[in-house]
């Protein structure tokens, strides 16, 4: 057991072991200058510096992820739930949100800040676009491909309608509903970052990372914007890990995906 | 037939018995067609017994699945007549349903899976685990009760399956191909397992199977169906008395039995 756990974390210790040495190593031999890539310690220490715009920018952006992060779950499960509800619904409205799906968010972004103006409420809407398509299109997915077989079982014993969303489609789909999530997760902070230097605010508490890095960038502290990226890294990291670890707790006991061989 | 008695030296056989036995569901001039499909099932008659055990068998495509189905209520018929005769007088009787791949809910554990057709009808959970548990005892799965389908080998997720069907107490259990993944001893066993149940819990079934053995083991009546359309080609009455046992299996009356069923099939096929 603790072999094992041991073998699971040193690999990627001793990778980025070598990667950290290799970074050192080049800028050694190929004498690259600070404003191109500057050591590890010297991005710590600007980070250091910067710790304030840094940290609100990282609580800032942060918010930004968790409402347009949630808001597209509720909104996309509840979709999602009447289209797999209703067939009139689903072919009304699938076409039209493959439609905006396709609707690059670049294309959009004018507009919404045309309508929600600069700052926080815009770059939600943003981030909110981003994940909304692929939860509603994986839980939709899921919900409309219910097993026949185990919809003959609760047929054969008299299953109400109510009790075969509830016990049987929405169970069976909840694969599917965490796998559009991790994608989701995984394009929150994207979401977030690209609303921040599209639509964020430069003053102070209210500029996100995204919008931090522009500034960094155009002043020309290149160690800080190396730790804004980083900084931006983390967020998105703690996101995709802790929908990874909701996919784990939800599926282990039963999904296939967590089937033990050993 | 009264040589086929005095070979197994069993005792009066059950035919004369069934003969009185009122009948639980009587089937008319069924037809079936799926949509504007070929006619699937063509005038199939068949009255059921209350103690019967029949089994369907006849080549791929045939409609067996199809005659379950439409027991089931889980299919439309096209015409003709299904009509249910139970003590009640309801419109259907109790009915279990064994699927041919087990059918579990991989979310659910052993114990709930069982107690689901309980819990959709209603029953409260503590009363539904309850009969939940005995019945997963009684088809020895008692040390998995907590385990997820995907920990259990085929013929224990089949065992789940069937206790799950008996959950409901079935007034008519209704089996497609149960045994059909399995290999020929657990099948034995399995067989001989499914008609203690039947012993004691005492009701009619109609199954499905491509084991001519097996066909000829479980079933008061063995059904030969035709393909192309689905027809009932011959019945042949399976009159050893209940219980079976392995030994059964060993008598020649057995083993004649066994080649009129294969010798009906292999008429199909050169029909065919
Ligand atoms: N839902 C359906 N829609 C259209 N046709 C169907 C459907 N289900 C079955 N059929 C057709 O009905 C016929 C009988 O099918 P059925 O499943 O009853 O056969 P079966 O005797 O159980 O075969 P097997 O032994 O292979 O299980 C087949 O020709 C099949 O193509
Ligand atoms: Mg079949």
Known sequence: ?262 | MSNLKAVSGYAPTESEASSSTPTAISIKNLYKRYGNGPVILNDINLDIKKDDFIALIGPSGCGKSTVLKLLAGLTDKTSGDIQFLTSHNKQQPKMGVVFQDANLMPWLTVMDNVALPLGLKGMDKSEANKKAEALIEMVGLGHVKNHYPRQLSGGMKMRVSIARALSVEPELLLLDEPFGALDEMTRDDLNEELLKLRQTHGWSGVFVTHSVTESVFLSSRVLVMSANPGQVYREIKIDFPFPRTAETRQLKAFQEKVVEVTQALHELRSLA
């Open chain 1, 1 to 262: 057991m603790n072999t094992a756990r041991i073998r699971q974390i040193l690999p990627p210790i001793i990778v980025g072991f070598i990667l950290i040495s290799l970074w050192y190593l080049a800028i050694f031999l190929f004498d690259i200058p600070i404003f191109q890539l500057p050591t590890p310690h010297e991005i710590i220490e600007a980070g250091m510096h910067e710790k304030g715009t840094l940290i609100s920018g990282a609580l800032q952006t942060t918010l930004a992820c968790l409402i347009g992060f949630f808001t597209s779950l509720i909104g996309g499960v509840l979709l999602s739930i009447l289209l797999a509800y209703s067939s009139w619904a689903y072919k009304g409205f699938y076409p039209y949100i493959l439609l905006l799906k396709m609707m690059p968010v670049i294309v959009l972004a004018p507009i919404i800040i045309l309508w929600f103006g600069q700052g926080l409420a815009s770059i939600t809407v943003i981030t909110f676009l981003i994940c909304f398509f692929p939860i509603v299109a994986n839980t939709t997915m899921g919900l409309c491909s219910t097993d026949k077989n185990l919809v003959d079982v609760f047929r054969a014993y008299n299953a109400s309608a109510k009790d075969e969303m509830l016990k049987l489609r929405i169970p069976y789909a909840m694969p599917y509903f965490l796998t559009g999530l991790k994608v989701a997760a995984a394009l929150t902070p994207i979401g977030a970052l690209y609303g921040d230097t599209v639509a964020g605010m430069g003053a102070g508490s209210e500029a996100g990372l995204g919008f931090v890095v522009v500034v960094f960038s155009s002043q020309l502290k290149i160690p800080a914007l190396y730790a804004a990226a980083f900084t931006a890294c983390a967020i998105g990291f703690i996101f995709v890990g802790l929908v990874n670890f909701l996919h784990w707790w939800m599926l282990h006991k039963w999904h296939d995906s967590y089937a033990q061989n050993t």
